[in-house]
């Protein structure tokens, strides 16, 4: 059973989450617009980020980039209490977007006593919980800056580095990356990397938490409902991610985003 208290500031979101020990154990990969800071404060949990994979303990800290895919398991039988923080980068200044726009492209992880005070900076977030308005928007943007400035200076000397489970996993989840606007078949990738077709679909699935494909169609969805936002008509922005039917396209998209794609149009290109 989970116990939640959640905040809303702007663009801004907070969880506090505790969980006893019949919490459900795992969630379907996943992605989402805004980053993610994870402060694990009790507790166990294994996190996959794009086939890379983190192990979080108590006083840990990950950082989810925007638009990654990615899954978590909790471990069975134990109590945990973590404080998630999402937040878009618009939340930010614009001189505060170019100095922290490195330091949240890529995953970043710190693992257990991590002598820096993490929970400090991440309770002074969960504080504004019972600040009055307008004041709790205006110290959520502040603390958030100081918690990024916090894990900026961590970063220059003691990130962890991720656990790549299987070397030939994380090969793939490149080529994807690299080539998922091109026609990709599951027969090809095996092809290509010498795997047999089935071994192949339940190795990824183990190691990404989904299978080739659907990784395949969350990575063109991505691109698209960002060059949607952009302003590309919404059937273009749709081919040039990589799809060929737009029915398909409209399916998948709303399945996975739980709206349809005209909802993210912002400028003149939408339907």
Known sequence: MYKYKTFKADSLYLWEVHSDAEAFEGRISHCHKECEILYMIDGEAEFKIEGKQFLLNSDSMLLIPPDCLHHWHFSADEISHRISVHFLMELLDGAEQDFFGGLLSRPMHFRGRSQNNLSFFFQAVVDCLNMPEPLKYIAAKHRLSALLSQLYFMNQTS???????????????????????????????????????NHLNTLFNNEVGTTIMKYLAGKRLDCARHAIADGVHVSDAAYDAGFHDYTTFFRAYKSFYGRPPSDSVTGPGGE
Request: proline letters at 3%.
């Open 159 to 197: 990130a962890a580095q991720p656990l790549v489970v299987d070397k030939r996993i994380q090969a793939i989840v490149d080529f994807i990356g690299k080539n998922f606007r091109e026609d990709i078949s599951l027969d090809g990738i095996a092809a290509k990397f010498n795997i047999s077709k």
